[in-house]
């Protein structure tokens, strides 16, 4: 069962994301907060799998709620949600440890993805938009030196990672196996120091791996 933390300052919109979720197998929305202060108490008190994270809350916006939320030994998955898919706070988002972003508009199916990718450890539930976020935020430099930093594979795997691809795409397309892709991620994570793909994601973008 993913357990799910709404966290929004709209209550029509937590009751659309709870109606939503609730209809669906293995999901359950365990609790609501409607301030950023209310988000962080009520996860570290409830500890949900995942928390939808509004952007813009009273007492304390979902930037730095995410930020104190990751910071947590155990933190939970933090996919954060906007009304706006170019909006300067959710680049922040994703650099203070999200693992993902939604779009209020996206719909029910995306919703839902977005919880189950993010428990699943997917965390570019929407990679057209990620990619447009990136581009616009990341501003990536001419290709810095990334020689010895990681070995040609695992560059392969970072650029498809910055481009939205999920673990069984990048098998596919490196022709490799699903564990294979698992274990690069790994070791890539363990040599940027990144805590998510999103990371990686950015790092590839501000490093010009992708364009």
Same mark, same amino acid.
């Given at each position: 069962?993913?357990?799910?933390l709404?966290? %929004?300052d709209? &209550?029509?919109v937590?009751t659309g +994301?709870?109606l939503?979720?609730s209809?669906e197998d @293995?999901i359950?929305?365990?609790?609501e907060? @409607? $301030?950023?202060?209310?988000?962080v108490a009520?996860?570290? %008190?409830?500890?949900?799998d995942?928390?939808l994270m509004?952007?813009?809350?009273p007492e304390?916006?979902?930037l730095?709620?995410t930020r104190?939320?990751t910071? %947590?030994?155990? *933190?939970p998955r933090?996919?954060?949600? $906007? !009304? +706006?898919d170019?909006d300067?706070?959710v680049? @922040?988002?994703?650099?203070a440890?999200?693992c993902? +972003?939604?779009?209020?508009d996206? @719909? ?5 993805e977005?919880?189950?990718a =993010?428990?699943?450890?997917e965390?570019?539930v929407?990679?057209?938009? !990620?990619?447009r976020l990136l581009?616009h935020f990341?501003? *990536?430099t001419?290709p =810095?030196?990334v %020689?010895g930093?990681?070995s040609?594979?695992e560059?392969?795997?970072v650029?498809s990672?910055?481009r939205?691809r999920t #673990?069984?795409?990048? =098998?596919?397309?490196? +022709?490799v196996s699903?564990? $294979?892709v698992? !274990?690069?991620? !790994?070791?890539?994570?363990h040599?940027?120091d990144?805590? #998510?793909?999103t990371?990686? =994601?950015?790092?590839?973008? &501000?490093h010009g791996?992708?364009?």
């Open positions: 069962m993913i357990r799910v709404l966290a %929004d709209q &209550e029509m937590r +994301f709870r939503i979720l209809a @293995g359950e929305v365990v609790g907060a @409607g $301030t950023g202060v209310d988000a009520r996860s570290r %008190d409830l500890r949900p995942v928390v509004d952007i813009r809350m304390l916006d979902g730095e709620a104190l939320l910071a %947590d030994a155990e *933190p933090i996919v954060v949600v $906007t !009304t +706006f170019l300067e706070y680049y @922040g988002a994703l650099r440890g999200a993902g +972003f939604l779009l209020k996206a @719909g029910p199916r995306l919703l839902v977005a919880v189950r =993010a428990a699943a450890g965390a570019l929407s990679p057209a938009v !990620t990619v581009e990341a501003e *990536p001419r =810095a030196s %020689d930093v990681l040609p594979r560059l392969d795997v650029r990672v910055a939205g #673990n069984a795409e990048i =098998a596919a397309e490196l +022709f699903l564990s $294979t698992k !274990t690069h991620l !790994t070791n890539v994570q040599k940027l990144a805590r #998510n793909r990371e990686i =994601a950015v790092w590839a973008w &501000e791996q992708v364009r």
